[in-house]
C-alpha cells in the first residue's frame, strides 16, 4: 500500500536533504546556545542539482516529482527496462497532482540487475541518491563499498527511505566520516532499532529518524481511499489496485 505513504515520504526526503545543505543542524545547536553566528561555507541549492531514485515506484515517482519543483534534473532506476512511453506509465492508482502517472520527470531512465547497470546510474552525476527499493535478496546489501565508491566521486547525499539492509552500514559510516559523501538521511537503519552506543549515532553529517517517514494525519483517510476504491472494483469483478506480489516481495 504504497500510495498511502507517498507524500509524507516524499517530504521527508526533501525536508532533511534540505536541512542537512542549509546547516540547519549546527544552526539548532547555536539557537540552544543563544548564539548568532553565521557559518562561513555557504550552502548549495537546488536548482540544477540531480536526484537519482533508485526505485521508481509510487514512492520514488513523488519523490520525483517534489525535486522537480526545486529545480532539480531526475534521474530514474528500475529493476525492469522502461524503453517505451507505455511502460513508463504508473500501473497503480495515482491520485491527481500527485506522482508522475506517465513517467515523464527523468531525464534519463536506468534499469537492470546487473552490478554494471547499477553502477552506470551511481556514476551519472548524482548530488543526491534516494533509495526506495524493496528489500529482497537481490537489494540486500546493495549499495556497499564498491558503490560507495563511486558515489564518493561527487559527493553525494544518501537518504535511505527503503529497509536499513539495503545499505551496508559500516561502509556508510566510514563515508559519512571520512567525508567521500555529503551526509545521509536515514529513515531506516540496520539494524534497527538502532542500539544506544552504535556508531552510526555519531556519525558525521547524518539525520536519523526512528522509521517514522511514513506517519501523517492523513494516512488513515487514504487508507480508506484505497479500500473503497478497492471494494467496489472488487464488487464488479475488476483487478484490485496497488496489490503487492508474494513473489517479489513488492
Known sequence: MTYMCRPQLSEWVVASYLALQH????YWKQQSQGRWAKLEDVPDDSVGRRIGILGYGSIGRQTGRVAKALGMDVHAYTLHPRPTPESRRDKGYTPVGLGDPDGTLPSKWFSGSSTQELHNF?????????????LTE??????AEA??????????FVSNIARGPVVNADVLIRSLNNNSIRGAALDVTDPEPLPDGH???????VII??????????????IMELLEMNLERL???R????????????
Do not use: M, Q
Open 122 to 134: 551511481l556514476g551519472s552525476g548524482l548530488d543526491l541518491l534516494v533509495i526506495a527499493t524493496p
Open 138 to 143: 537481490a537489494t540486500r546489501g546493495l549499495i
Open 235 to 237: 464488487s464488479k469483478g
Open 209 to 222: 529518524t526512528p522509521h517514522v517517514s511514513g506517519r501523517s494525519t492523513g494516512y488513515g483517510t487514504r
Open 199 to 205: 556508531p552510526l549515532w555519531t556519525a558525521k553529517n
Open 239 to 250: 483487478p484490485l489496485e496497488n496489490v503487492v506480489s508474494r513473489k517479489t516481495g513488492y
Open 23 to 26: 546547516r540547519f543542524p549546527t
Open 147 to 156: 558503490e560507495f565508491e563511486i558515489l564518493a566521486k561527487n559527493k553525494t
